[in-house]
């Protein structure tokens, strides 16, 4: 998610592995988040909450009403799991999961639909592809590295963290700052309030604390998206106003 956003090793390794002989295709990726998706239906609570359940539905609804052809027509997959983790993801192919703990900071359906518009920016952008993608570019050395020299093998975690910070977290940080204008975008269109969106990182800087410093996360900073949220508002404040004009008044409750 835009928060902790997360696949298993094994997919993680297929994804590297794929890459020696090309790059991923939008195929390959939307199988391995329905498998990837499917497993975490298995291993996490699903929640039975049918009240909360819909709560996110109709949030989710709002937003991929707005949403652009293809992903306007995707049949978007929605499960909500009790896990006291703030997160939530979405994945190629419109698989869409919601922790339960997200309540904690998510307040109300705006400040939701802040989070989840977030999250559905990342698909209607392909940053899955060009994470997937940049992911094996770095991976495939160390594994490669790691197989021909003990050295290498002893070393793999600098190694790592090497290629995360020369290639894959500068890009990750572009990729989530865009998120968080599009997904504004989507929710301002779907007729929510974008003011929450300010509210909503100000719930999680407070929930986080300090938090890891900017240049060491693949995210910015919480101070940094608040500052750019904030920027942004009065550029997505029409699409607001004419979301409400035309009726837009999304009634999603808890």
């Not at 929605?78 to 896990?83: K, T």
Request: net charge negative.
């Amino acid at each position: 998610m835009y928060l902790y956003r997360s696949f298993s090793l094994r997919l993680l390794l297929l994804l590297s592995f794929a890459g020696l002989i090309g790059c991923a295709s939008t195929a390959q990726l939307e199988q391995a988040s329905a498998e990837q998706f499917a497993e975490m239906r298995q291993e996490l609570t699903v929640s039975t909450d049918a009240g909360d359940k819909a709560y996110v539905q109709c949030v989710a609804d709002a937003l991929i009403a707005q949403l652009d052809e293809p992903f306007a027509s995707i049949d978007w997959d929605l499960e909500l799991f009790a896990e006291d983790q703030v997160n939530a993801f979405a994945m190629p192919g419109g698989k869409i999961g919601v922790y339960t703990g997200i309540f904690k900071t998510a307040q109300n359906a705006d400040q939701l639909a802040a989070v989840m518009g977030h999250e559905i920016a990342h698909v209607t952008r392909g940053h899955s592809m060009k994470r997937a993608n940049s992911a094996q570019a770095a991976n495939i050395g160390i594994l490669v590295g790691a197989i021909a020299s003990e050295t290498v093998r002893q070393n793999a975690g600098l190694l790592v963290l090497g290629a995360q910070l020369g290639l894959l977290l500068p890009y990750g940080r572009y990729q989530e700052s865009e998120a968080d204008i599009v997904g504004l975008d989507y929710m301002a269109k779907a007729g929510f309030d974008p003011e929450a969106s300010v509210q909503l990182w100000r719930n999680m800087a407070a929930e986080n604390g300090a938090g890891m410093p900017e240049f060491l996360s693949t995210h910015p900073s919480s101070e940094r998206r608040i500052s750019d949220l904030a920027a942004e508002i009065e550029n997505v404040r029409p699409y607001f106003n004419q979301a409400r004009a035309r009726g837009l008044r999304p009634n999603c409750r808890r």
